[in-house]
């Protein structure tokens, strides 16, 4: 069974501060993805990875930066969190090789900016 | 660019009863189709995917018909349970890219 995990599940930050999401996928997958959550707006882009070392900006990348250190685990760094941050943050792995693009998602990271 | 439109936000159903959530996408070529549930507190997990036109996915009585046609790929399920209740998402991945673009969610309950 494919495992994506997340930490830490829920996070207070004050506004200004430093953020930093992590996740670890254990399914040998090559994408890696960070969503956000958003009553409304369901699930959006930030940035995605195909490869350890390099990042690719989504839909929403302004205020967000990334990091693929490894196949397994790829971080997402507010520098500056602000009020507007504040949602449910979803990692997620696939691998789109032979036609197996389902993702898998992790738990999800709840950040309160205040 | 590709996108995804859910028109119903919530739903609210008795047990026994019809579902149906529209899911309308806009896209080029061939995309594949998926349809995600997230229970409370849970990431997304795929339900099912097609792929090509005409093709019906289907798992836990749900299903759903790639329509190219009419670019549609609505989820049915003939009779409802209270454990269905969850947000369901239609996605779509085109062909060549790398990139899932989701709809926005409709939000299920179910009442016993």
């Known amino acids: 069974e494919a495992a994506v995990t997340q930490s830490p599940r829920s996070k207070v930050a004050v506004t200004g501060g430093k953020v930093t999401l992590s996740c670890h996928q254990t399914?040998?997958?090559?994408?890696m993805y960070w969503y956000r959550q958003d009553t409304g707006h369901g699930l959006r882009l930030i940035h995605y990875?195909?490869?350890?070392?390099?990042?690719e900006k989504g839909d929403i990348p302004d205020g967000y930066k990334a990091s693929r250190p490894s196949q397994e685990n790829f971080s997402l760094i507010l520098e500056l969190a602000s009020l507007s941050q504040t949602a449910v943050y979803f990692c997620a792995s696939s691998d789109t090789g032979g036609g197996q693009d389902t993702q898998y998602f992790g738990p999800g990271t709840r950040l309160l900016v205040l | 660019g590709d996108s995804v439109t859910q028109t119903e936000g919530q739903v609210a159903l008795s047990e026994e009863d019809f579902l149906t959530i529209h899911c309308n996408y806009s896209?080029?070529?061939?995309?594949?189709l998926f349809w995600y549930v997230q229970y409370p507190g849970e990431g997304p997990q795929l339900l099912f995917r097609a792929s090509r036109d005409k093709e019906k996915g289907s798992s836990r009585g749900f299903e759903a018909t790639y329509d190219k046609g009419t670019t549609s790929f609505h989820l049915r399920k003939a009779s409802v349970q209270e454990s269905d209740s969850a947000v369901y998402y239609c996605?779509?991945?085109?062909?060549?890219?790398?990139?899932?673009?989701f709809g926005k969610g409709t939000s299920l309950t179910v009442i016993p």
């Open positions: 990875s195909y490869v350890a070392d390099s990042t």
């Open positions: 896209a080029s070529g061939y995309p594949t």
């Open positions: 996605a779509l991945r085109n062909t060549g890219y790398q990139n899932f673009y």
């Open positions: 399914n040998n997958h090559d994408y």
